[in-house]
């Protein structure tokens, strides 16, 4: 079982049991500034190449780079551009390409610094370089670091979908340094939020009524707010990858709105209109109007769980996203293409209510269909 292990000098620790394959997520203030103590014993070789983009190298490398020279950590970097554009084929390649010509060995390491792109397309390349070689996560926006920078999940686009490409791949530790999101765009912030608001309603009532205190004060930049916020998140995170790594089962509750979000991203083409938590957002609130519509979910959940993200800025409704002409069909065309989709059948994480999610393939199709009309009315209305 994952478990909170200790609080060290204001870190909290939680850690990922996968056997041979556990590792840590530190959680905590100053930990880029502070890297090179926290990697020494975890580097097989003192050499790594860290991965970043323009905007985050800008922000954080000469910090990080500083701690890896004071630590006697070797080091290069790799700037990509920024953007979900990055995480296609051609990326992949000219990241592979650099760290080959850098002479990267089997026990060197690479460094992702960054949000979820730079950790899936170079938790990706780290997977297939050399057969694989060790990997770290420095995620630096709330969404990397209480989901995608947590569970080894590492990829990149394909024309059809999101994420098509891309292996299991679990990072030798994670540093969050929760210090980092204060340079974070506002609306960065509040995207992020919808995936830690997921976690609530997967199965922690508790921790959904902490947010409905604690949000406003969390998205305002409280660091104390932020750290115990990200620690619960990546505590479940750890705790549900611990007992279905590659997601034969339990693992799917993650995707609480995913299958509509993945929906609704792929309409936007992923150029940025349309940030994942935005979508995330509208997703969770469309898995709920479908659970009270099957009569599985109360409808003062429904809305209560409506009533929050809304009031902490975040989109609930698909006419909010400013994607015209989007129909019920198109959306269960892209909802198709899932990756959750099996024998043709579409997987959904329903609820019973808040923190009482559950995971379905058993939902008349017709159902969804009418609610997506209803849901995107007002769309086609404005
Ligand atoms: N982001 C969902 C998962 O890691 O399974």
């Known amino acids: 079982m994952a478990k909170l292990e200790q609080q060290v000098e204001n870190t909290t620790t939680v850690r990922v049991e996968l056997a041979e394959r556990s590792y840590d997520i ?37 910090a990080l780079q500083a701690s890896l020279n004071k630590a006697g950590i070797d080091n290069d970097a790799v700037i990509i551009p920024p953007g979900e554009g990055s995480k296609n084929f051609a990326q992949l390649q000219s990241l592979l390409d650099r760290l080959i010509e850098l002479r990267v060995e089997r026990r060197d390491t690479v460094l ?11 938790g990706f390349a780290a997977a297939i370089l050399r057969r694989g070689i060790d990997f770290i996560q420095l995620p630096t926006t709330l969404l990397s670091q209480v989901d995608s920078s947590v569970g080894g999940k590492t990829a990149i686009n394909a024309a059809q979908g999101k994420n098509l490409i891309g292996a299991f791949y679990q990072p030798r530790l994670v540093l969050a340094d929760v210090a980092a999101l204060a340079s974070l765009p506002a609306r960065e912030l509040r995207a992020g939020y919808g995936e830690v608001v997921k976690y609530g309603l997967i199965n922690d009532f508790a921790f959904f009524e902490w947010l409905e205190k604690n949000g406003a004060d ?3 930049g409280s660091t104390d707010a932020l750290r115990h ?4 998140s990546c505590r479940s995170k750890a705790a549900i990858v611990a007992r279905d790594e590659r997601e034969h089962g339990d693992r799917a509750l993650l995707n609480l ?7 609704l991203e792929a309409e936007a083409g992923y150029d940025g209109r349309v940030l994942h938590g935005e979508a995330v957002s509208v997703g969770l609130n469309m898995a709920f109007t479908l659970s009270r519509r099957l009569d599985l979910c109360p409808s003062q959940d429904s809305e209560r769980v409506r ?3 809304s009031a902490m800025g975040l989109p609930t409704e698909a006419g909010q996203l400013g994607l015209d002409g989007l129909t019920a069909e198109i959306m ?15 997987t959904f994480v329903l609820a019973r209510g808040i923190g009482r999610s559950f995971i379905t393939k058993d939902v008349d199709e017709g159902t969804v269909r009418e609610m997506l009309q209803d849901a995107l009315q007002p769309a086609k209305a404005g």
């Open 229 to 232: 916020a990200v620690a619960v």
């Open 26 to 62: 530190v959680i905590g203030e100053g930990l880029l500034a502070g890297a090179g103590p926290y990697l020494t014993p975890i580097l097989a070789r003192q050499r790594v190449v860290i991965v970043s983009d323009e905007t985050v190298a800008g922000l954080h490398l000469a």
């Open 332 to 346: 269960l065309a892209h909802m198709r293409q899932d990756k959750k989709v099996a024998d043709g059948q579409l």
């Open 218 to 220: 969390l998205l305002a």
């Open 307 to 309: 009533r929050h993200l």
């Open 112 to 122: 992702a610094l960054g949000g979820g792109v730079i950790g899936d397309l170079a």
């Open 257 to 263: 709105g995913h299958t509509f979000a993945h929906a």
